[in-house]
């Protein structure tokens, strides 16, 4: 509590009393001084008293009109205080914006003593500059009789989460064409044995005896079987590259920015049928971040939010592992690999000394498997894939999000992906359009999009392997088309029997 100008006289003033009463020895003074004194601390008292209803009575509420907004965005914020009966006293309150945020006037109501209004409210347009999740702060209330003034936090908060500023109309599709059902939908249910019955068929040879429906077959006079509906959870892993060639593209419409909005539209489809969903992000040094497959709400909010944080990393900077991470992902090095084997293999021998034809005759299949091992220690990508997948029992649909930068590298990490029967999708986005000037020449552009395609198509002509297109709508739809206004509508002739047997569907 602070005393106001007022109360600082009337205390000075009884100060001077009673030093006036020691030195002059004049009792009256010291009662005057006593009677002041006595009449301040009575006043403290009923400050005090009011100021515990009017904090009773008041209602405070911090109310953005959009809790979900993007980088850069203005957002009006209405900031209210409503009391249920007037107040003898005058009060202000500002909103406890958060530091990222800024308030194109200052958010503070007020309301004087004595005022026959009971509720007081103001709404400033509030930018927010920067992504993240922002936490307001408890609304500050300031109140005074004019003789004494206090200060406190009361009200409800309210949190807005920023994110990144959208991409123009993202494009997911196939050579041009944009898929028509939505990506990452499968169904939920089959018929087989369960528990709810869905269908009654004839018995054909190869049923067993217990699928039988006797009621069923008593009553129809043959033998018919019950079938039921069984429900499939599909786990699935998202795997998101988001090294230093993911940031390449304006501002805001990054590969990865288009890789994102496709990912986090995935992850919607994925929640609709209450599929388990794990994350794996690669950033230039390996794995930076993993969630484990569940199918919780929890589940689904962390990995959105790790998402809408994905930045590109630096090739010179480390990621924040923990150490569970390292410890889990730690690739194996080549040199690593040799120490461990050769001294299994040539117990007592140095790798120098050892040159039995036992030795000889193994030694190619470890310099093969060293081989296998530095390109997985160089390769980011299919090195997460493969430890990924290693502590990963039962079949998983594989998500790949990422860019055609490095074809082979993609094709050894969907090759890791799809083994053991596994199913794999990989979203691709085509590095010409996020150039420089990449879609000026028209002649360079469609040929380079061309060898993407052809990528594309590689594949998506594996087995279980499903390779989609993502990127800027518009750009991709402006490239197709100036391409096929100077080819008169006339298709373009393959440039090698290779790429002719690759696109022999034809191409947008």
């Given amino acids: 509590m602070y005393l106001e100008r007022r109360s600082w006289g009337v205390g000075i003033v009884a100060i001077l009393l009673a030093a006036l009463a020691v030195v002059f020895t004049q009792p009256i003074a010291l009662v005057g001084s006593a009677l002041v004194g006595g009449w301040l601390l009575a006043r403290q008292a009923l400050f005090l008293a009011e100021l515990e209803r009017t904090v009773e009575s008041i209602s405070i509420a911090q109310s953005p009109a959009r809790t979900s907004v993007r980088t850069g965005e203005t957002v009006p914020v209405t900031l209210t205080a409503t009391l249920e009966e007037a107040t003898p006293l005058a009060f202000d309150v500002r909103a406890g914006l958060p530091t990222g945020a800024r308030a194109t006037v200052p958010l503070v109501v007020s309301a004087g003593a004595e005022s026959a209004t009971t509720s007081v409210e103001l709404t400033a347009d509030v930018a927010w500059p920067t992504t993240g999740r922002y936490q307001f702060d408890d609304a500050t209330m300031t109140v005074t009789d004019g003789w004494f003034r206090e200060t406190l936090t009361v009200g409800e908060t309210a949190t807005v989460t920023v994110e990144p500023r959208g991409t123009g109309l993202v494009h997911v599709g196939e050579g041009g064409t944009r898929v028509s059902t939505a990506y990452g939908a499968h169904r939920t249910h089959r018929s087989g044995s369960g528990l709810q019955p869905t269908e009654l068929r004839e018995y054909v040879p190869g049923d067993t005896a217990d699928r039988i429906d006797w009621k069923a077959t008593a009553r129809l006079g043959t033998p018919h079987v019950r079938e039921y509906e069984t429900e499939t959870d599909r786990r699935t892993l998202f795997v998101v590259d988001h090294r230093t060639a993911l940031g390449m593209g304006p501002r805001a419409e990054t590969k990865l920015a288009y890789l994102r909005e496709a990912a986090l539209a995935t992850m919607a489809s994925t929640r609709q049928s209450d599929d388990p969903i794990g994350l794996l992000t690669v950033g230039d040094d390996g794995v930076t971040h993993r969630i484990d497959p569940l199918s919780t709400p929890e589940q689904y909010a962390a990995i959105r939010r790790r998402l809408l944080e994905l930045?590109?990393?630096?090739?010179?900077?480390?990621?924040?592992?923990?150490?569970?991470?390292?410890?889990?992902?730690?690739?194996?090095?080549?040199?690593?690999?040799?120490?461990?084997?050769?001294t299994v293999a040539f117990e007592g021998e140095s790798e120098d000394e050892d040159e039995s034809a036992f030795a000889t005759a193994l030694r190619p299949f470890y310099a093969e498997q060293r081989t296998y091992d530095e390109r997985l220690e160089s390769d980011p990508l299919s090195g997460a894939v493969q430890m990924a997948h290693k502590n990963v029992h039962?079949?998983?649909?594989?998500?790949?999000?990422?860019?055609?930068?490095?074809?082979?590298?993609?094709?050894?990490?969907?090759?890791?992906?799809?083994?053991?029967?596994?199913?794999?999708?990989?979203?691709?986005?085509?590095?010409?359009?996020?150039?420089?000037?990449?879609?000026?020449?028209?002649?360079?552009?469609?040929?380079?999009?061309?060898?993407?395609?052809?990528?594309?198509?590689?594949?998506?002509?594996?087995?279980?392997?499903?390779a989609l297109e993502v990127g800027p709508d518009d750009r991709l739809s402006s490239l197709l088309a100036s391409r096929r206004a100077d080819d008169d509508g006339a298709p373009r002739r393959p440039r090698s029997p290779a790429h002719s047997r690759s696109h022999s569907g034809g191409h947008a």
């Fill in 394 to 466: 039962g079949s998983i649909l594989t998500i790949i999000f990422t860019d055609d930068s490095a074809p082979d590298e993609l094709r050894e990490t969907v090759e890791l992906a799809r083994r053991n029967g596994n199913r794999v999708t990989v979203m691709l986005t085509p590095t010409v359009l996020y150039e420089t000037g990449g879609v000026a020449d028209i002649d360079r552009a469609y040929d380079r999009y061309l060898d993407f395609e052809e990528l594309r198509r590689d594949l998506a002509a594996m087995d279980r392997v499903v």
């Fill in 311 to 342: 930045e590109p990393t630096a090739p010179d900077r480390m990621p924040e592992w923990t150490a569970t991470d390292v410890d889990h992902y730690r690739r194996p090095t080549a040199a690593g690999f040799r120490r461990r084997h050769t």
